[in-house]
């Protein structure tokens, strides 16, 4: 692939099985990259990990676990703040976050990738405020499409400057805490969609 990389987002919500293949496919998607920590799913279970794996994988499309590396509730107490907020500026300093932002580009190299949170709106979403935010920041980055469950597109260009005005997400120098955008305490249940 040449030209600028291309990265579209996703979050599944409750959808059912057959929606949210047919919003990849409308996407042409090889690639599914779940960044949830918690690949779990209470209300919706066929979207855990194991059957969200073979899902996809039926459909013929791989399967990418990102979540350890690129997840927005790292197990790190020192990784929030007192009032249990992630620190993603912290967190985007790790070894292991920058490592997952190589492979998801490295992916994107490859093919047609969706990132996938649990979230449907992508506007507190992790999958934007922290992994699309980083890959901003890059020397050449991606152009990023979110999916919205009715099929919608929004590029992350135009959504930012309707949230944000005409600058896109802050740079990292230019906001003194960069962290989630709720409270996420490491003792949330799994399934619960402030656990991803």
């Known amino acids: 692939m040449t030209g600028q990389l291309e ?5 599944h919500s409750n959808h059912a099985a057959d929606h949210f293949l047919r919003l990849l496919a409308r996407c042409g998607i090889d690639v599914l990259a779940d960044v949830r920590s918690q690949p779990y ?8 990990q194991a059957p969200l794996r073979k899902l996809v994988e039926d459909a013929g499309v791989r ?3 990102l979540g350890r590396e690129l997840g927005g509730r790292p197990p790190e107490p020192e990784m929030y703040d007192r009032d249990e907020y992630v620190l993603y500026g912290e967190l985007a300093k790790s070894q292991r976050f920058i490592d997952g932002v190589r492979v998801l580009t490295d992916s994107m190299r490859r093919g047609r990738v969706a990132m996938m949170c649990s979230e449907e709106d992508p506007t507190d979403c992790h999958r934007r ?5 980083a890959l901003l920041q890059n020397d050449h980055p991606p152009k990023v499409t979110h999916i919205r469950g009715d099929g919608y597109l929004v590029d992350e260009a135009q959504l930012s400057r309707d949230l944000d005005g005409p600058s896109q997400l802050p740079l990292f120098e230019e906001e003194p805490q960069w962290r989630s955008a709720r409270s ?3 003792s949330t249940p799994r399934g619960s969609s402030l656990a991803s």
Do not use: K, P
């Open 7 to 11: 990265l579209w987002t996703i979050g």
């Open 41 to 48: 799913a209470r209300y919706a279970s066929h979207f855990s």
């Open 63 to 65: 399967y990418l676990f």
């Open 129 to 133: 405020l922290l992994v699309t935010r």
């Open 184 to 186: 996420v305490s490491l």
